[in-house]
Every structure is written in C-alpha cells, then in structure tokens.
C-alpha cells in the first residue's frame, strides 16, 4: 500500500469513557396512561397523581445504587432499572419521585463526588 492511498483512508476509534455523573434526570407528572403502557409500567396507578421519573447514570452499575436509594427515600416503586444501560425508572406521586430524585442528587454529590445535572420537570 503506497502513501497516497494510506490518505485516503480515516480510521476512527469509538471508546465509551464512562464518567462518574447523573446526565440526565427528569420528572414526567401526570403522565398520558399509553405512556405507562408502553413502558410496561403498572397501569393500575391513579394517573391524576402519578409521575414517572427518568434517570441515567454512569458508570451504569450505579444504577443499582439509585434504585436502593429512591425506594428507601419515598414511597416511590421501581419501574425499570438497568445496571448495564445505567437507566433507572420509578413511578410513584410527583412529591414521591421528587423525593427520590433528591436523595439520588444529594448522595451521588456529597457522598460519591459525582457530577450531577439539574431535576427537569414536565
């Protein structure tokens, strides 16, 4: 192979670099009842209360921690949690999954010194 076609070629490397942070975490209140069922979320809920709330994390093996964190912190229940992906889902009352985000936040910030962005809200 001649130095003009080695030009011609890029190579690209793709790495995950997981970092010790919570990028997104986000509040669904009063959520439309296809969304629990898409979700495969118990739709027995009373959905005038309920909220969703949507959390990832990473490295993704905290994902673990948070769930033990959100359930003890609230009457919250565990939608989805997924120590590979680092995504976490908890359904509950808006002031329940509030309540969990917070003690989620408050732990991973002054505990596990990680990077933690904003509770968003819709």
């Not at 959520?31 to 909220?51: H, T, V």
């Not at 003890?72 to 969990?100: M, N, P, Q």
């Amino acid at each position: 192979m001649d130095m003009m076609d080695m030009k011609d070629k890029m190579r690209i490397v793709q790495e995950l670099v997981p970092g010790r942070q919570i990028t997104l975490a986000h509040i669904i209140a009063n959520p439309d009842p296809i969304l629990y069922q898409k979700l495969g979320l118990d739709p027995s809920l009373d959905y005038k209360r309920a909220a969703i709330g949507v959390l990832t994390v990473s490295p993704a093996e905290t994902a673990v921690i948070t769930a033990d964190i959100a359930l003890k912190a609230s009457g919250a229940e565990l939608g989805f949690v997924d120590r590979f992906s680092g995504t976490l889902i908890i359904t509950g009352t808006v002031d329940e999954v509030e309540s969990s985000f917070q003690s989620i936040a408050d732990y991973f910030k002054n505990v596990l010194k990680f990077t933690v962005c904003d509770v968003t809200r819709t």
